[in-house]
Nanobody
């Protein structure tokens, strides 16, 4: 049973940095694709960053240049370094992955950016 668990969320001042991480269990192969999405109240869930098993990375325009995704294929973990945070980055951040043809989601971790 594949499970994704996020950690590292919290409260940070605008302009600050935060790092969220995702740990996987029940996984014996590397994820085909793993990444992060976010959803604020009343807003559509947005895919913001993902990385393939080969290391190919894609970012949403809203976070490009500020966020950096990284993964450890051997451990099937992924992190998102968030710099220059803005109040509009406030959201629940979800780890999501494609594994053996199925999509999985974590429970999310709250990130709040104060002005």
């Amino acid at each position: 049973q594949v499970q994704l668990v996020e950690s590292g969320g919290g409260l940070v001042q605008a302009g600050g940095s935060l790092r969220v991480s995702c740990a996987a269990s029940g996984v014996i192969y590397s994820f085909n694709v793993i990444g992060w999405s976010r959803q604020a109240p009343g807003k559509q869930r947005e895919l913001i960053a993902h990385i393939t098993s080969e290391g190919k990375i894609n970012y949403a325009d809203s976070v490009k240049g500020r966020f950096t995704i990284s993964r450890d294929n051997a451990k099937n973990t992924v992190s998102l370094q968030m710099n220059s945070l803005k109040p509009e980055d406030t959201s629940v951040y979800y780890c999501t992955a494609n594994y053996l043809g199925k999509v999985y989601w974590g429970q999310g971790t709250q990130v709040t950016v104060s002005s």
